[in-house]
């Protein structure tokens, strides 16, 4: 039986004839051209009325023609195959559609069937049928069963038709083939009911196993309607889609389609679109189908913990050591987190280095906390990746969702997601419960968030710079940026109290733009005012020393306000700097160094920073945290511990500064210590640009009447 390749055409002119009625039409009046020729000499012998007159030729003319004559859009070379194709095959015929040409009308679609016949002279004959024509006419209805059984068992589709009693006419080949556990009942007059339930008593059909009589009873009623268009799945793993017509005089007629193809494709782009491409988990679409799925089967003393996991140190991974590594280790961590629960379709990958975890259970939230404190340990473990180590860990938020619960079940992902928040904010490796609490705080940042963006469009964020000074000579040696907000209701914001938003909302980027340009603009008027020497520091953080471009940023400010890097000092965290955490952080503060900038830490005493990393990367100076400083003067201890900084580094040859330097008590201890350099209260606050000239014309009238009165003494 031949297959149509063009399944969806076949399928529309199906119904379009089922519709139509045009089937019936072509059962009452059959036409076909039928040409045969000697299979040795290739001499025309016969043709039928209908070849003759369409082709308006007498008998005479056309036994005069060749075949190619009669059928010229046949070449020789493509008859040939098809005359080879029919001798080769066992049943001696081959079936083809073609467009040919007509006198005075368009080319028309073809249906050609090709029969070599062996005995008792070898003929090969030719059928040509005007499909167009054919659908379009009514067949004499004395052949009306024979012309169907031909053109139904020409179908891809499996094809039946019932009488008005609903008993079996005819069906097709391919119908017995999809229905393979009922074909033995499929004889003519026996009912659909009956074919149907000796399928049923078979298990051919998947969706009635368990509820057979309720599945009968439905699929009768279906069946019963005047037009049915419904899709079936078999045991065999076909899938079926059934289309049923009643005909004018009260049978049925229907189609069975093949659509198991379609189906697999449609599961799989269901299954591409729930889950998530590299780890096989689901994505975040598919855990929302996910959760509300097990919200629906919770029992009432039941509950689901919603766990948001984070991953710490990520980012440098990815950039330091390639998008492979990156792979390598969310891999690493989806399997670690799949080992944790009982049922992997509870575990979803919803953002770059963010899992989520559910876990249904009655225990209390010790359990899930544990699970939480487990995980974390296990991500905390460094693991190789192509020889190479691969430090990260995880920081988790949970909330839970109970059938009490008052809120919709996407408000754990929320609280989970609040949760996880403040975990972070608390430091790496910690797990945070959601507590209503928490979402005000989350309310306020986001409201902190939208006021931040509306205020850099409206140019409310500027640096104030605080001096820094040589206290034994009164030297000015430079300023520290420090960005404050010109709140027009709050007056003005410190750094403290809106960067933790800034940095959620993804501002910084924005932010520390501001602060580039306006300390350019500022080492520039400082030049002008006389002090060449001095230096504007600015702050760096982990993000910005992450930017392959933060040289190229830096750069373009710089070019605007015609300074150089001498003009310039970039101030790092020294956990940013010797954590080297990220390739990328250590190669921008090489270029930074190499490009003329002078490196300082910030900080310095917090951390855990190695005195080789100093000289690793020529730190030009250390800024003594305001911890070592305050009370110095009358605390023996930070005596020691700020001494022994300041000597380790005068030994190495980096300078040293002293941070929140208050009172002349603090700068005289630090004086004796050999630290000469200070920032502190007890000189200057921050200040914007236009209140620093006057500090700076102030200071400068101080120092030269000191410089008087010392030069008379």
């Given at each position: 039986m031949e297959t149509d390749p063009n399944q969806a055409a076949n399928f529309r002119m199906m119904v379009e004839m089922l519709d139509r009625n045009i089937l019936q039409s072509t059962f009452d009046m059959p036409m076909a051209e039928v040409i045969g020729w000697d299979a040795i000499s290739g001499n025309i012998v016969a043709m039928n009325s209908v070849a003759l007159t369409t082709r308006k030729l007498t008998l005479r003319q056309g036994m005069r023609c060749?075949?190619?004559?009669?059928?010229?859009?046949?070449?020789?070379?493509?008859?040939?195959?098809?005359?080879?194709?029919?001798?080769?095959?066992?049943?001696?015929?081959?079936?083809?559609?073609?467009?040919l040409a007509r006198p005075n009308g368009p080319p028309r679609l073809h249906r050609i069937v090709?029969?070599?016949?062996?005995?008792?002279?070898?003929?090969?004959?030719?059928?040509?049928?005007?499909?167009?024509?054919?659908?379009?006419?009514?067949?004499?209805?004395?052949?009306?069963?024979?012309?169907?059984?031909?053109?139904?068992?020409?179908?891809?589709?499996?094809?039946?038709?019932?009488?008005?009693?609903?008993?079996?006419?005819?069906?097709?080949?391919?119908?017995?083939?999809?229905?393979?556990?009922s074909a033995a009942a499929m004889r003519k007059g026996t009912t659909f009911e009956d074919i149907l339930q000796y399928g049923l008593d078979r298990g051919e059909y998947a969706e009635a196993i368990g509820r057979e009589k309720q599945w009968l009873k439905e699929r009768l009623a279906a069946h019963r309607s005047a037009e049915v268009t419904v899709e079936q799945r078999l045991t065999s793993g076909q899938w079926l889609r059934i289309v049923e017509r009643q005909t004018a005089d009260g049978g049925r007629v229907g189609l069975r389609i093949d659509i198991t193809e379609h189906k697999d494709n449609e599961a799989a782009l269901e299954r591409f679109a729930r889950t998530d491409h590299l780890t096989g988990l689901l994505n975040r679409r598919g855990l929302t189908d996910r959760l509300n799925t097990l919200a629906g089967e919770l029992h009432a003393d039941e509950r689901?913990?919603?766990?948001?996991?984070?991953?710490?140190?990520?980012?440098?991974?990815?950039?330091?050591?390639?998008?492979?590594?990156?792979?390598?280790?969310?891999?690493?961590?989806?399997?670690?987190?799949?080992?944790?629960?009982?049922?992997?379709?509870?575990?979803?990958?919803?953002?770059?280095?963010?899992?989520?975890?559910?876990?249904?259970?009655?225990?209390?939230?010790?359990?899930?906390?544990?699970?939480?404190?487990?995980?974390?340990?296990?991500?905390?473990?460094?693991?190789?990746?192509?020889?190479?180590?691969?430090?990260?860990?995880?920081?988790i938020g949970i909330a839970y969702y109970g059938k009490d619960s008052e809120a919709e079940i996407d408000s754990a992902l929320?609280?989970?997601?609040?949760?996880?928040?403040?975990?972070?904010?608390?430091?790496?490796?910690?797990?945070?419960?959601?507590?209503?609490?928490?979402?005000?705080?989350?309310?306020?940042?986001?409201?902190?968030?939208?006021?931040?963006?509306?205020?850099?469009?409206?140019?409310?964020?500027?640096?104030?710079?605080?001096?820094?000074?040589?206290?034994?000579?009164?030297?000015?040696?430079?300023?520290?940026?420090?960005?404050?907000?010109?709140?027009?209701?709050?007056?003005?914001?410190?750094?403290?109290?809106?960067?933790?938003?800034?940095?959620?909302?993804?501002l910084m980027d924005a932010l520390d733009d501001v602060v580039m340009d306006k300390s350019c603009a500022a080492a520039a008027a400082v030049a002008s005012w006389g002090l060449d020497r001095a230096s504007i520091s600015i702050?760096?953080?982990?993000?910005?020393?992450?930017?392959?471009?933060?040289?190229?940023?830096?750069?373009?400010?710089?070019?605007?306000?015609?300074?150089?890097?001498?003009?310039?000092?970039?101030?790092?965290?020294?956990?940013?700097?010797?954590?080297?955490?990220?390739?990328?952080?250590?190669?921008?503060?090489?270029?930074?160094?190499?490009?003329?900038?002078?490196?300082?830490?910030?900080?310095?005493?917090?951390?855990?920073?190695?005195?080789?990393?100093?000289?690793?990367?020529?730190?030009?100076?250390i800024k003594i945290d305001r911890s070592l400083v305050q009370h110095i003067d009358t605390d023996d201890e930070l005596k020691v511990i700020t001494g022994a900084i300041i000597g380790l580094a005068s030994r190495l040859g980096i300078n040293v500064l002293a941070e929140g330097v208050e009172t002349a008590g603090e700068q005289r201890a630090l004086q004796d210590l050999r630290c000469a350099t200070a920032q502190g209260y007890l000189h200057a606050r921050p200040m914007p640009l236009d209140a620093l000239k006057s500090w700076v014309s102030a200071h400068q009238a101080i120092k030269d009447s000191a410089k008087c009165r010392h030069a008379k003494a």
């Open positions: 060749t075949i190619s004559d009669l059928i010229p859009e046949l070449s020789v070379a493509r008859l040939a195959r098809f005359i080879d194709t029919v001798r080769r095959r066992p049943t001696g015929e081959v079936i083809f559609r073609i467009m090709m029969r070599y016949i062996y005995e008792p002279k070898p003929t090969i004959v030719v059928m040509v049928q005007n499909i167009t024509r054919y659908l379009e006419a009514r067949v004499a209805a004395s052949n009306a069963e024979a012309i169907l059984s031909t053109a139904i068992e020409s179908l891809p589709d499996g094809f039946v038709l019932y009488d008005a009693q609903d008993r079996l006419v005819i069906c097709n080949n391919r119908y017995r083939d999809i229905y393979r556990k689901i913990a919603v766990l948001h996991i984070d991953l710490d140190k990520f980012k440098s991974i990815n950039d330091g050591q390639g998008h492979d590594a990156g792979d390598f280790v969310l891999t690493h961590v989806a399997n670690v987190l799949c080992e944790s629960v009982e049922d992997t379709a509870n575990v979803a990958r919803v953002g770059g280095d963010e899992f989520i975890v559910l876990i249904r259970s009655t225990g209390e939230k010790d359990a899930s906390l544990a699970t939480s404190r487990k995980i974390i340990t296990q991500l905390s473990q460094p693991v190789s990746y192509q020889d190479r180590i691969c430090n990260f860990g995880a920081c929320t609280g989970a997601d609040i949760a996880l928040n403040e975990a972070k904010q608390a430091g790496r490796g910690q797990c945070r419960v959601f507590e209503v609490a928490m979402r005000d705080g989350a309310v306020k940042l986001i409201q902190m968030a939208q006021e931040i963006r509306l205020g850099i469009e409206a140019g409310e964020f500027e640096p104030f710079f605080q001096p820094q000074v040589n206290t034994v000579t009164g030297e000015i040696v430079g300023f520290e940026a420090l960005i404050r907000w010109r709140h027009p209701t709050r007056g003005l914001v410190p750094a403290f109290d809106f960067l933790p938003a800034a940095e959620k909302a993804g702050n760096m953080s982990m993000p910005q020393l992450q930017d392959p471009d933060i040289l190229k940023r830096l750069e373009k400010y710089m070019s605007r306000h015609n300074v150089c890097p001498a003009n310039m000092r970039i101030e790092l965290l020294e956990s940013t700097l010797l954590d080297e955490r990220s390739e990328i952080i250590v190669q921008n503060v090489h270029r930074l160094i190499d490009n003329g900038f002078l490196v300082e830490l910030d900080d310095f005493g917090t951390g855990h920073a190695a005195i080789a990393t100093l000289r690793k990367f020529a730190v030009s100076r």
